[in-house]
């Protein structure tokens, strides 16, 4: 089954405890991305990635490191998690940025951070 | 600050009727664009794309684009109860990224 699978699904923490939510892809795709999800702000993109080792900062990228060792991993680090950083994250993978003809999001992780 | 703005709603339409959603982006540079359905507590789930100037029509769903105007709208034939989430649009930039609206809330009524 085609599928984008993040974990944990739910995390609360403390500030400055690093975290490392993983995401992985099994439809060979090259993009994904991260997203956080806030009420009354939509979707706002963390970092993307094109491909294995090429990464570029979404929006909001501050307090967020990523890496695309390989094509169906794209981990999310938190170096020092803040309570601005409660939300919901999602990861997502498509066949390439421009042809989203297949765009798979995960099931969403929620991090609470105290 | 490039962005996609979005009626947040909500929207209430009778079972049956046409829901007509809009969405608004300020950057010329977006090639692509996409509908999203987001039921509450899930993940949103991509429904329609569409890179042409004109209308995009799959089942009960039209996508409407006008790069003119910066103007893209999806309309929703035949409403369902079911049909009742969040939609929320995107639009990717003259870069890589894509950004979305906040989304609009559409409730149909049995």
């Known amino acids: 089954e085609a599928q984008v699978t993040q974990n944990p699904r739910y995390l609360i923490t403390v500030t400055g405890k690093k975290l490392t939510v993983t995401c992985s892809q099994n439809m060979n795709h090259e993009y994904m991305s991260w997203y956080r999800q806030d009420p009354g702000l939509g979707l706002r993109q963390i970092y993307y990635?094109?491909?294995?080792?090429?990464?570029d900062k979404g929006d909001v990228p501050e307090g967020y490191k990523v890496s695309r060792k390989e094509k169906r991993n794209f981990p999310l680090i938190l170096e020092s998690p803040s309570p601005n950083q409660t939300s919901l994250y999602f990861c997502?993978?498509?066949?390439?940025?421009?042809?989203?003809?297949?765009?798979?999001f995960g099931q969403g992780t929620r991090l609470t951070v105290v | 600050q490039k962005e996609v703005e979005q009626n947040s709603g909500p929207l209430s339409v009778p079972e049956g009727a046409i829901a007509s959603l809009n969405c608004t982006y300020s950057?010329?540079?977006?090639?692509?664009f996409f509908w999203y359905r987001q039921y509450s507590g899930k993940s949103p789930e991509l429904i329609m794309f569409?890179?042409?100037?004109g209308d995009k029509e799959d089942g009960r769903f039209t996508a409407q684009l006008n790069k003119a105007s910066q103007y893209v709208s999806l309309l929703i034939r035949d409403s369902q109860p079911s049909d009742s989430a969040t939609y929320l649009c995107?639009?990717?930039?003259?870069?890589?990224?894509?950004?979305f609206g906040a989304g609009t809330r559409l409730f149909v009524k049995a």
């Open positions: 990635s094109m491909n294995v080792e090429v990464t």
């Open positions: 997502a993978s498509s066949l390439s940025h421009r042809r989203y003809t297949e765009a798979f």
């Open positions: 995107a639009a990717t930039t003259g870069g890589f990224k894509t950004i």
């Open positions: 569409i890179y042409s100037n």
């Open positions: 950057d010329r540079g977006s090639q692509s």
